[in-house]
T-cell receptor, first 110, second 113 residues
Framework: GQQVMQIPQYQHVQEGEDFTTYCNSS?????IQWYKQRPGGHPVFLIQ?????EVKKQKRLTFQFGEAKKNSSLHITATQTTDVGTYFC??????????FGAGTQVVVTP | GAGVSQTPSNKVTEKGKYVELRCDPI?????LYWYRQSLGQGPEFLIY????????DSGLPNDRFFAVRPEGSVSTLKIQRTERGDSAVYLC???????????FGQGTRLTVV
């Protein structure tokens, strides 16, 4: 079955630095979504990527969907303490359901 | 309502008991998902409804777990003979279609003692 893997599992970042988290699927995806979950909260939708090679930006966040639609990345520039949380990718196949990765837990050091 | 509502927010039950968890999706959303999340893990897919029917129930761990959505709106996840390993946060999400973003509820934290 479809598997979605995320690396790294943990990311310790100094405030102001950049980092990237990666998402890889074992199968070709219909689309991919990214979510952020704060401690004690529920996943909150960030963005959806649909097209091969698509790149979308939200302020300091840049999301990319791979050409083969099997991988994606989230790059955050100039990390702030408000970026703390766990970032999940969720890959959706043609059958409708979406499979979450294990997440990248981000800790920001002031 | 304005968002996805899940009740109860917390449930403590004894091992072997039966529990029901309710999800009230966003009005008009046809797709409804149940996920289970353990501490430090990503949401684990359980079941997905499109309308009243279960389009994919491949994530239900065993036959103690069952979910219904009789009128295509509210859904109930039912767990029989609960075990301590069932303890987790159960998340419900809804979306307007198979391609749309999902809106998550706050979850039900289930603790089996």
């Amino acid at each position: 079955g479809q598997q979605v893997m995320q690396i790294p599992q943990y990311q310790h970042v100094q405030e102001g630095e950049d980092f990237t988290t990666y998402c890889n699927s074992s199968t070709t995806l219909s689309n991919i979504q990214w979510y952020k979950q704060r401690p004690g909260g529920h996943p909150v939708f960030l963005i959806q990527l649909v097209k091969s090679g698509e790149v979308k930006k939200q302020k300091r966040l840049t999301f990319q969907f791979g050409e083969a639609k099997k991988n994606s990345s989230l790059h955050i520039t100039a990390t702030q303490t408000t970026d703390v949380g766990t970032y999940f990718c969720a890959g959706r196949g043609s059958w409708g359901k979406f499979q979450f990765g294990a997440g990248t837990q981000v800790v920001v050091t002031p | 309502g304005a968002g996805v509502s899940q009740t109860p927010s917390n449930k403590v039950t004894e091992k072997g008991k039966y529990v029901e968890l309710r999800c009230d999706p966003i009005s008009g959303h046809t797709a409804l998902y149940w996920y289970r999340q353990s501490l430090g893990q990503g949401p684990e897919f359980l079941i997905y409804f499109q309308g009243t029917g279960a389009a994919d129930d491949s994530g239900l761990p065993n036959d103690r777990f069952f979910a219904v959505r009789p009128e295509g709106s509210v859904s109930t996840l039912k767990i029989q003979r609960t075990e301590r390993g069932d303890s987790a946060v159960y998340l419900c999400a809804s979306s307007g279609g198979t391609e749309g973003r999902a809106f998550f509820g706050q979850g039900t934290r289930l603790t089996v003692v």
